[in-house]
């Protein structure tokens, strides 16, 4: 059996081997299969170059695979993880200025504000606030308080 691997497995073997398991990782999402993806094409680079035993090759294979895999969950992925605002509404929200819009002389504290740019997805916003306050005047998000903002009024510069 070793025997005729040795003599039927090509190096581009490898690299089909290689480019399936890297295309199937779009599939599986989880940064493997692409480790061992590329360690088939270099084992399939290699062998192009250089004969030799399929018993080396898959050590070769298996031992850059291992690395790759270490490598990516040991170094790299920290590193990189998401650097979004999502989970991170109320740093994102808290110091943020905007205009009073409306104001609600029925039920007074309330009303609705704008922000010169959408923030988490939007530019217009309920609030609530215990200072009186007119349309057009400024204020600063203070707290939030279910999908309201708690708001007071902005020193004016």
Known sequence: MIEWLNTNIA???WIVLGL????SEILAMSFVLLWFGLSAIVVGIL????PFSFTL???IWVALSLFNVFGWFKWIAPRIKNKSLSGMAREKMIGQK???IEYNTVQPG???LRFPAPILGSDEWQFICTED??????VIVREFSGNSLIVSK???N
């Open 110 to 112: 309330r009303g609705k």
């Open 11 to 13: 190096y581009w073997h």
């Open 47 to 50: 062998l192009s170059i250089f």
């Open 20 to 23: 399936l398991l890297s295309l």
């Open 133 to 138: 306050l007119e349309v057009g005047s400024r």
């Open 57 to 59: 090759q898959l050590f």
């Open 154 to 156: 902005a020193k004016s």
């Open 98 to 100: 905007g205009t009073v």
